[in-house]
């Protein structure tokens, strides 16, 4: 079984600000994740927020980015992760590379996009 949450001492963070969020894929990367875990190796520059791993709040988010593998059929992880002291985002135009630099400086883990704040 797994603990309740990641003790922050592990990241070395007082508070790992510890979600469950979904995230897309296909069969066979799910696969490869439950074998090998996540790497940023395989993230491309396509994303709003340039390379990385992406995760979401709504399991309908996530199903944007699955694959049918036939028939209505398609594969979402739900995942605990751990933001770490992240930059909170909520523009809705923005230059990834900008955003990355700016979390950098910043010192910050990672980048919550905020797409409802957006709007």
Same mark, same amino acid.
């Given at each position: ?15 790992? *600000? ?48 699955? *694959?049918?593998? =036939? ?41 919550? =996009? ?6």
């Amino acid at each position: 079984a797994l603990p309740d949450k990641v003790d922050p001492g592990v990241l070395g963070l007082e508070n790992a *600000q510890e979600l469950y969020l979904f995230h897309g894929t296909s069969l066979a990367g799910a696969r490869c994740i439950a074998k090998d875990d996540f790497s940023t190796e395989f993230s491309s520059e396509a994303g709003m927020f340039g390379p990385g791993l992406y995760f979401a709040e709504s399991a309908m988010k996530s199903d944007e980015y699955c *694959q049918e593998e =036939g028939g209505d059929l398609c594969t979402i992880l739900v995942c605990r992760v751990c933001l770490g002291d992240h930059h909170h985002f909520a523009d809705e135009v923005a230059e990834w590379r900008k955003i990355l630099k700016d979390v950098g400086e910043l010192g910050r883990h990672s980048v919550l =996009g905020d797409r409802e704040a957006a709007k």
